[in-house]
């Protein structure tokens, strides 16, 4: 299955905007956790690639190795299956940009000593303390494994403070990798801007622009903004 191409916002020699085109590498019909961490490992792969004077792009990436984010992803997919209180696992994490200047991360809640990631259901016994909308698990990478440091308020300084309910994602903000537990075997990894959904088995290129702002306008104002 092809996925649609992405359009990378980056600098040209003046300064000035302008984007270049990234196409995916294609999936299998029966996707698996492995196909999106593919996906994120090729996107910044041509990021390093097409990076020159004529084209900066403008991107983020979380401080995790290739291997380790294939780990992540499979224990979030493995976590989405496990009920804790009746309830099936929903939670964000967060892996802190490589570029702590650019990008710096608060961590709220420190862990100590550090949550070892040793199995699935780590993440889901920890999931029910994410109580805010922006909160986080923060997620960092050892000699040894992963490990949950801490919980983050994606926007603790509330810069974004919702506007008549409208969808936020705070990507541009922090920076870093995203991971999302939706539901039982449906997952949302956003790098860059690079953003896609596991759902069903299958790879969904998801906007939160588009989508996000389409629903939230048929939900506050019937529609009438992008009908």
Known sequence: MNLPELFVT?????GDFTFRPWRPPPVDDFATPADL?????AFRSWVQANTSPSFRPITEQGAVSEQGLGRLLLLAYQASFYPDEGRYTRA???????DRKAHPALVNHVFTPPKRLSDAKMISQLAPTLVAEDAALVVEETADDLACIGISLLD???ASRPLLGMPRGWTGTVGGLQVQILAP??????????????RANRI????WVASGARSWSSRTLGGRLLS
């Open 185 to 198: 075997g449906e997952l949302r990894v956003c790098e860059g801007r690079a953003e896609y959904t596991l």
């Open 37 to 41: 961490a593919r996906i994120i490992a």
């Open 204 to 207: 969904l290129a998801y906007s």
């Open 10 to 14: 980056g600098l040209d020699a003046q």
């Open 92 to 98: 964000r994490i967060f892996v802190p940009d490589v």
């Open 156 to 158: 603790a300084t509330d």
